[in-house]
T-cell receptor, first 113, second 114 residues
Framework: DVKVTQSSRYLVKRTGEKVFLECVQD?????MFWYRQDPGLGLRLIYF???????EKGDIPEGYSVSREKKERFSLILESASTNQTSMYLC????????????FGPGTRLLVL | AQKVTQAQTEISVVEKEDVTLDCVYE???????LFWYKQPPSGELVFLIR??????QNEISGRYSWNFQKSTSSFNFTITASQVVDSAVYFC???????????FGKGTSLLVTP
């Protein structure tokens, strides 16, 4: 079974803090993705990575950066958290090839005060 | 551009009823992939099925079945004899070779009551 884990299920941070969300997958997948999910807006892609140290912007990259130093780990960084980044963050991974099935982690509910 | 529409925002049924969740998609690509995911209250998106545009065969997996019709650009999902554990938000999604994101619909919230 594919296993995607995220470092926290719930996180509370203050405006201006630097926030790290970690994602780890154990299936040797080449691709990893970060989405955010908001009521009424659905899921939107923030960034994805197709290889170590490689990244591509998604639909809403502003205010975020990512890091992929190892194949199994993909980090999402909020450089200076803002209240409009309060959301559910979902990590996913897939085999190489953009049409491969994406498998998701349990999500991190982030509240920025 | 790709678009997925799930017109049903919320559906409520009584246990053992059959229920169909609608999904209509738009794309100009001739090759594309369709997906269904389930999101229970715990939050994790669970993969259910993947279909490519060249395979219009309907699929059945236990109480779940999927009806793919290219003529109407639809990929509907039916749960037979629904159970309380089927209560979740269900997402339909589309991907194309020219893009890298899954394009999700807004989801349909299904509530199954005893």
């Amino acid at each position: 079974d594919v296993k995607v884990t995220q470092s926290s299920r719930y996180l509370v941070k203050r405006t201006g803090e630097k926030v790290f969300l970690e994602c780890v997958q154990d299936m040797d997948h080449e691709n990893m993705f970060w989405y955010r999910q908001d009521p009424g807006l659905g899921l939107r892609l923030i960034y994805f990575s197709y290889d170590v140290k490689m990244k591509e912007k998604g639909d809403i990259p502003e205010g975020y950066s990512v890091s992929r130093e190892k194949k199994e780990r993909f980090s999402l960084i909020l450089e200076s958290a803002s209240t409009n980044q309060t959301s559910m963050y979902l990590c996913a991974s897939s085999l190489a090839g953009l049409q491969e099935t994406q498998y998701f982690g349990p999500g991190t509910r982030l509240l920025v005060l | 551009a790709q678009k997925v529409t799930q017109a049903q925002t919320e559906i409520s049924v009584v246990e053992k009823e059959d229920v169909t969740l609608d999904c209509v998609y738009e794309t100009r690509d001739t090759t594309y992939y369709l997906f269904w995911y389930k999101q229970p209250p715990s939050g994790e998106l669970v993969f259910l099925i993947r279909r490519n545009s060249f395979d219009e065969q309907n699929e059945i997996s236990g109480r779940y079945s999927w009806n793919f019709q290219k003529s109407t650009s639809s990929f509907n999902f039916t749960i037979t004899a629904s159970q309380v554990v089927d209560s979740a938000v269900y997402f339909c999604a589309l991907s194309v070779p020219s893009g890298y994101a899954l394009n999700f619909g807004k989801g349909t919230s299904l509530l199954v009551t005893p």
